[in-house]
């Protein structure tokens, strides 16, 4: 991926910070979903007294698109730390590993973890969740 979009996408995330929702954790997450059509869902964590009803920001990023008809996508990039503070990468967990399997290509999404414009890696699906279990395995 072009260095541009990838730090369009970082820019997106660190922006969705601003929007996240953490009176519990106070750790805050942002995330820049790019569709497979060139448009790039926003997402940030947001926490509710329960707990449990929490939803972490690339789970956000997904169902803003998906909720839209929008179910290919290309990478997403994750930004996150407590109160916003970006010192390490923020890897998504393994419910949100569980969805990405769900709408995308383990071997060639791309998910972008970083700290700032310069500072960050790529991995793809397939790295982040091995042996993973999807769509591919009910056909
Ligand atoms: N969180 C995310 O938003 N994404 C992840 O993949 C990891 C965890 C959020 C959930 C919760 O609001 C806070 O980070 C602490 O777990």
């Known amino acids: 991926m072009e260095k541009a979009l990838v730090q369009k996408l970082i820019d997106t995330a660190i922006e969705q910070l601003n929007f996240s929702y953490t009176p519990y954790s106070h750790f805050k997450v942002g995330a820049a979903l790019l569709a497979k059509n060139g448009t790039i869902y926003g997402g940030c964590n947001i926490e509710n007294a329960a707990y449990t009803p929490?939803?972490?920001a690339e789970r956000t990023?997904?169902?803003k698109a998906v909720s839209e008809g929008v179910r290919t996508f290309?990478?997403?990039c994750v930004v996150?730390?407590?109160d916003?503070?970006?010192t390490e990468y923020a890897a998504p967990?393994?419910?949100c590993r569980q969805v990405m399997m769900e709408f995308c290509d383990p071997d060639s999404f791309q998910v972008i973890?970083?700290?700032s414009?310069?500072?960050y890696d790529v991995y793809t699906l397939r790295e982040l969740l091995p042996l993973g279990f999807g769509p591919a395995n009910l056909a």
């Open 54 to 56: 929490t939803n972490c």
């Open 93 to 95: 967990c393994g419910v």
């Open 74 to 76: 290309d990478a997403i």
């Open 80 to 82: 996150g730390g407590k």
């Open 117 to 119: 414009r310069e500072q």
């Open 84 to 86: 916003g503070v970006l």
């Open 61 to 63: 990023a997904f169902f």
């Open 113 to 115: 973890l970083a700290t």
